[in-house]
């Protein structure tokens, strides 16, 4: 079973430029997720999928950030425009629903880490 | 407010010894317990996940316990190996009707010298 594939890996940028990462979940996947871990601690949820729609983005700083699921498979999330706080390593995991079932494990990608100069 | 601390911050062990992780969490409505192993430059990996009705859980040389009415899990690594180093993380999942949450802990970052 192919894992969940993002791009790029790394991405040097400066403030106030933009950036797009993408994601291409496991196979049959219905959610996906976006999460953003700082150096030192653990992921965040930025944003939650169910199909093409969105479950959860309460976490979303929405002024800059962006994404979308159009077509209920590969995703992409934007930011625009960068803040130095931005620079993190974004995650994108996927699972097979989401319910109260211990069975739902995430599996995620090996993220892609954005140094914001 | 829906916590998970995770104790210690960090910890240097030598090859071949045990240790220990420790999680504690404030969640409602929980629903599962869940250890990741996460790699430098990789994205988390599970190691396991216990249910309300489930105290202990092994894989391979890591057994996770959890005591749902002292709200704290521990993660024991046996006979630890270079291979793992690395950040542990502790998620809590919790679930209202049909919508969920996971409350990640900070993680533990464990450094294995040989």
């Known amino acids: 079973e192919a894992g969940v594939a993002q791009s790029p890996r790394y991405k040097i940028i400066e403030k106030r430029q933009s950036v797009a990462f993408w994601c291409n979940p496991i196979?049959?996947?219905?959610?996906l997720y976006w999460y953003q871990q700082i150096l030192g601690q653990g992921p965040k949820l930025l944003i939650q999928?169910?199909?093409?729609?969105?479950?959860?983005d309460s976490q979303l700083p929405k002024d800059r950030f962006s994404a979308e699921r159009l077509k209920g498979v590969d995703s992409t999330l934007k930011i625009q425009p960068a803040k130095l706080e931005d620079s993190a390593v974004y995650l994108c995991?996927?699972?097979?629903?989401?319910?109260?079932?211990?069975?739902?494990?995430?599996?995620f990608g090996a993220g892609s880490r954005l140094t914001v100069l | 407010k829906n916590q998970v601390e995770q104790s210690p911050q960090s910890l240097i062990i030598l090859e071949g010894k045990n240790c220990t992780l420790q999680?504690?969490?404030?969640?409602?409505?929980?629903?599962?317990l869940r250890w990741y192993k996460q790699d430098t430059g990789r994205g988390p990996v599970s190691l396991t996940i216990?249910?309300?009705?489930?105290n202990t859980k092994s894989n391979g040389r890591y057994t996770a316990t959890l005591d749902a009415d002292t709200k704290q899990s521990s993660l024991h690594i046996t006979a630890s190996q270079l291979s793992d180093s690395a950040s542990y993380i502790c998620?809590?999942?919790?679930?209202?009707?049909?919508?969920?949450?996971?409350?990640f802990g900070q993680g533990t970052t464990l450094q294995v010298k040989p």
């Open positions: 995991a996927s699972s097979l629903v989401w319910g109260d079932s211990g069975a739902n494990v995430l599996t």
């Open positions: 196979s049959g996947h219905a959610t």
């Open positions: 999928f169910q199909n093409n729609g969105v479950v959860d």
């Open positions: 999680c504690n969490y404030t969640v409602s409505p929980f629903s599962n």
């Open positions: 216990m249910t309300f009705s489930e």
């Open positions: 998620v809590v999942s919790a679930v209202s009707g049909n919508t969920g949450k996971l409350i």
